[in-house]
C-alpha cells in the first residue's frame, strides 16, 4: 500500500515539518495519512538525493528496507470443490 502526505509551504515550514517528523521517528509515533509507520530493527538503507536544473530543484530523503518472512499473498483461490 502506498501513503502520501503533501504540503506547501516557505523553507521554515519544511525545515519545521522536517524536524516534527524526525522527533516522531524518535518516538515510534510517525503516522502517514493516518497509517503507523514501523521502522524495523535491522537494516535501512537510506539515501537523500539532491538535483537541480534551470526550471527548479528536487530534494528526496529515502528509506528502505526488507520484510523478512514476509509473504505474498496467494491471489489464486484454491479449488475447494470435492
Known sequence: MKW???AVGTKQDLL????????QFGTESLTVEGHPV???DGEIEFKIKFEEEEEGG???IKASWVNWGYEEP???E???EE
Not at 17 to 22: A, E, G, H, M, R
Open 4 to 6: 502520501v502526505e503533501k
Open 16 to 23: 519545521g515539518y522536517l524536524t516534527s517528523i524526525c522527533e
Open 38 to 40: 514501523e521502522l524495523p
Open 58 to 60: 528536487k530534494l528526496s
Open 74 to 76: 496467494d491471489d489464486e
Open 78 to 80: 484454491e479449488d475447494t
